[in-house]
């Protein structure tokens, strides 16, 4: 791996600087945000910035000098972070969920390497979709042992052996040794402002693991082929790899993972609801501000403004309820995360699990349903082009198309009536 250039990183302390730095930077990113997106500019610029302000160290456990901050905070600073711009708060998705498989498959070993690397502002991107596959056990991409020991690990700064406790590399074939991994992902988003790609993979037996690869390395390819009618500048395209040789320490087995209780799936969840609830809450916003500046009243409410009429005054109302429904089922969910996370069992993960789907739901609703009445409120002039005030429901529309809320709706019924757990993976 090429050294990637050095970065200022700020260190951020804890939960109250992190959601402070989140607000500013949601503040920054919004300015532009309609142009970056009509131009489809990608925000490198403003990727740096968010890697500078110490973000994406914030889930780094203490000991290994992070914020630790809660589910609550992470959260939040999700939304903040949505509600500038829906396409830069999905880019760090996937940083945080491969940080978080760190924090529970890593080795020591491990943790120590990339851990350092997030708190030096390196990014996680993501190769986990495939095309033509129904589901994550279909996962076509392999992990092949080099038994000769070819390539093994210089590794970009190897930092120990996958053998160590709790880290044994892809089926603990090979040992020290290295892998090649060989594959077709799609929708990865992320990927092209990576420092470090991780890819979901199938060893030998099978299991599934994820393999942190450089950006860089020989064999990897990201295409900018994303086209997406929203969330235009997230570059989600394809990743190629061909014989890609991946040092043992750098795989970690991703499938012990759903062996027992779980919040792999809620946290990812999680803030995938988070960024449907800032789209709505920023939809909310531009329409409150358009209607008060820009809007016409009906000649036949006999107001002065439109901010007056009393029709209006209702539907704002109902909107903003629909936005308060989605952060507070926001919060609810983020808080049962904390509490299962304190306290892990079969119980208490499937009740995070329930908490966040509920907020899932009620958050695409709402971000899909307030980003279309910004029209019907704000009136014919909203529609031009020249204002691109259809981003947010382009976002909107496309981000809720990630996983079907209906299956969440599903599992809630089953638990309410019969105490069913939600099943065990990425996606609850």
Do not use: C
Request: aromatic share 6%.
């Amino acid at each position: 791996m090429t050294a990637a250039p050095a970065r200022t990183v700020r260190t951020v302390a804890d939960d109250v600087e992190a959601l402070a730095l989140a607000r500013e930077l949601a503040d920054e990113f919004r300015a532009e945000a309609a142009e970056r997106d009509r131009e489809r500019r990608l925000p490198r610029a403003e990727l740096d910035r968010l890697s500078a302000s110490g973000l994406l160290g914030v889930t780094v456990p203490r000991a290994h000098g992070g914020a630790d901050v809660s589910a609550r905070t992470l959260a939040e600073i999700f939304r903040l972070l949505a509600t500038g711009d829906a396409s830069l708060a999905q880019i760090p998705q996937s940083h945080f969920v491969y940080v978080n498989v760190l924090r529970r498959q890593g080795s020591p070993a491990q943790r120590e390497f990339f851990f350092g690397e997030v708190l030096a502002g390196r990014r996680f991107g993501n190769a986990q979709s495939e095309a033509g596959t129904k589901h994550v056990q279909d996962i076509r991409t392999r992990l092949t042992p080099l038994r000769d020991g070819a390539g093994a690990a210089d590794g970009a700064g190897a930092a120990g052996a996958a053998g160590d406790a709790g880290g044994a590399g892809a089926g603990d074939a090979g040992g020290t040794g290295s892998y090649l991994l060989s594959g077709e992902k799609h929708y990865s988003t992320g990927a092209l402002f990576a420092d470090w790609i991780p890819v979901l993979a199938r060893a030998e037996d099978e299991a599934l693991h994820v393999a942190y690869v450089p950006r860089d390395a020989p064999g990897v390819t990201v295409l900018d082929d994303w086209d997406g009618m929203g969330q235009r500048t997230t570059a989600s395209g394809t990743v190629r790899l061909a014989d890609v040789v991946v040092p043992a320490d750098r795989v970690v087995p991703h499938h012990l993972t759903f062996q027992g209780p779980q919040l792999h799936g809620a946290v990812a969840q999680l803030l995938h609801a988070a960024i449907d609830a800032g789209i709505a809450s920023g939809a909310l916003a531009e329409a409150v501000a358009f209607v008060r500046t820009k809007s016409r009243p009906w000649f036949e409410s006999g107001y002065e403004t439109a901010a007056e009429d009393p029709l209006l005054i209702q539907r704002f109302g109902e909107l903003a309820l629909r936005v308060r429904a989605a952060e507070a089922l926001l919060n609810a969910a983020a808080d049962a995360v904390d509490a299962a996370s304190a306290d892990l069992t079969d119980d208490s993960a499937a009740e995070a699990s329930i908490a966040v789907a509920a907020a899932k739901v009620q958050a695409a609703e709402a971000a899909v349903g307030t980003s279309s009445a910004l029209f019907e409120v704000a009136g014919t002039r909203a529609a031009l082009d020249s204002l691109n005030l259809n981003r947010h429901w382009r976002d909107a529309r496309t981000h809720t198309l990630h996983d079907p809320v209906r299956w969440k709706v599903q599992h809630i019924g089953r638990y309410v009536l019969s105490g069913t757990r939600p099943p065990r993976h990425g996606l609850l």
